[in-house]
Each structure stands twice: as C-alpha cells, then as structure tokens.
C-alpha cells in the first residue's frame, strides 16, 4: 500500500516535470538551455512580447499595427543582444498603470515604455537601465503665464494614473486640481479648449506632443523640469539574469553606435543630439 502511494506520487512528480521540460511557457524555463526568464524565452521560442506606449510621438507612437520612437528602438537593440529580430517581437500596447501588472502577470516579457525607475516600483519589478533621464515639466497654452509648478495652486492640471508626474501633483502640489486619464494624449484636446490649464509629465513626451503638426505654435512647454525621471526596462522581479543581461546589452549599444543610432532616428530628428548613456549609473539588478 505504502510503496504503491509513493510510486504514485513519484509518477505524479515525473509526469509535472515532463511536462515542464517540454517547456516553452511564457516564463522561458525549461526548453533546450535550460536558462530561464528573458534570456530563455529568446533562446527557446525567439520571440518577445514588448510593452511600449502607443500615443507618445517620438518615443512610442502606433500608426496601424507599426509602433516607432525611441522606446521602440532600444527595445529593438535589446530583443537583438537577446537574439530576438525586431520581426519576432510581438508589441503590446501598455499604458502608465498596467505596466507592472502586464510584468508581473506574464502579459509582456518587457516593458520600454518611458519607465521611471522608482524604489515603490522596484518592490514589485526590476529594472534595467537607466538609458534616459527625463524630468517632469509642464504644458500650456502658447499664451499662458504658469512658469513652474507654483503656478498650479487652484489651476485644473491633467496627467495619468499611476504615473510619477500624477503622483507628485498628489503630493507636493495639492492645491492643485488634478484630472486623471489612462494616457495623456486624451490631455491635449482639454488644454486646447480650456478645460485644463496644464498637462503634466516628463518633459520629452511633452515636447514630442508640443511638435506635432496639429498643434502646431499652440502650446509651450514650461522648460524648467522639477524632478528626474530615470527611464528603465521593466521585467520580472526574479530575473536578474535578465536584468544584467539587458544592462551589458546597454553598455554594447552606448559603445557600437546603436543606442546614438536610436536616438537620431526618432527624437534626435528635432535636431536635438543624442544624450550620452552613462553606463556606470546602470541599476544593480536588485543586488544588495
Ligand atoms: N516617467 C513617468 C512614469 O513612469 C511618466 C511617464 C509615463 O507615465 O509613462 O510614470
């Protein structure tokens, strides 16, 4: 009787592993390499599903089923050190407040998605990077006399759940009113009619939006950014294989011409010069 339970649980545990070993689930275990997280998904089924923004010109703007800017290009440089081509990624649409969900969850295996990287984020994530500094600002209207976010006591401002620039209006600036969507394009119509009188987020989205030709010498963009938001690449907490592995991804791409080559393809068409990407301030991918 006894030997026979143990047999049976014996067979159980034999059949649960086969079952793994067959492998190629989302998580990447298992599968030829054995390696797990990023670097086994691209090992084993080459591919990636990526979460980028899709209404942010010049950093991750969808037109179609085609997603460009600057996220898009870094994501593309780290899916390639993977040995994932740009072809084998499947892009997914994240917005502020689902980034951490869809990692945790397993919807995307990477999130490039204008990504501060942030110690209450960091409980639930990890981060790779920083590959860009951004700062918060805000935007106005073309005639407007707010200057700074002094400016925003008893003003209606727009932003985005979840997001740092929402958090901080919260926090620091609570005369402020504060009107929250699921992205900030859904903003910019509301500033053109007066129903806010400010949007706020980092600086190189709003400068993206302050660009485009529809709103065209309407809007301005204040330039005096009051924070640093430090943009990372989101993915699974355990992952630190991946983690590290995207970082020397980066330090190969600040050093080949890829990381310059994503900026003046996308943001550095404004004229402005690529930023350098500092590789000694790369995250410790969670060691202490
Ligand atoms: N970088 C900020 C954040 O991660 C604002 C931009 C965004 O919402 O994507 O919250």
Aim: charged share 25%; aromatic share 6%; hydrophobic share 35%.
């Amino acid at each position: 009787m006894r030997m026979k339970r143990v047999a049976a649980v014996a067979m159980a545990a034999a059949l649960s592993f086969g079952m793994a070993a067959c492998g190629g689930d989302s998580d990447g275990e298992a599968g030829g390499s054995g390696a797990k997280g990023i670097i086994g998904k691209a090992q084993n089924q080459k591919k990636l599903v990526i979460g980028v923004k899709a209404d942010q010109p010049g950093l991750g703007l969808q037109t179609g089923s085609t997603y460009e800017g600057f996220d898009v290009e870094i994501a593309k440089i780290i899916a390639k050190g993977l040995g994932v081509e740009a072809g084998s990624i499947e892009w997914k649409t994240t917005v502020s407040n689902n980034r951490e969900p869809f990692i945790q969850q397993g919807t995307v295996d990477l999130v490039v998605a204008t990504y501060t990287i942030n110690d209450e984020r960091k409980q639930k994530i990890s981060f790779a990077g920083p590959y860009f500094i951004a700062g918060q600002d805000l935007l106005v209207k073309a005639d407007s006399t707010i200057a700074g976010p002094e400016g925003l006591d008893g003003k209606t401002v727009c932003s985005v759940t979840g997001s740092t620039p929402a958090k901080r209006i919260q926090t620091e600036h609570p005369k402020a009113k504060l009107q929250q969507f699921d992205s900030y394009s859904k903003c910019l119509p509301l500033l053109q009619n007066g129903q806010v009188d400010a949007v706020t987020t980092d600086d190189i989205i709003l400068a993206g939006y302050a660009a485009q030709e529809q709103y065209a010498g309407k809007f301005k963009v204040v330039g005096k950014p009051f924070s640093s938001e430090p943009y990372g690449i989101g993915l699974k907490k355990d992952d630190k294989d991946g983690c590290e592995k995207v970082n020397e991804i980066l330090k190969a791409a600040a050093s080949d011409g890829s990381y310059k080559a994503a900026w003046d393809s996308t943001l550095g068409k404004s004229g402005k010069a690529a930023p350098e990407l500092d590789t000694t301030k790369l995250t410790n991918c969670g060691s202490v």
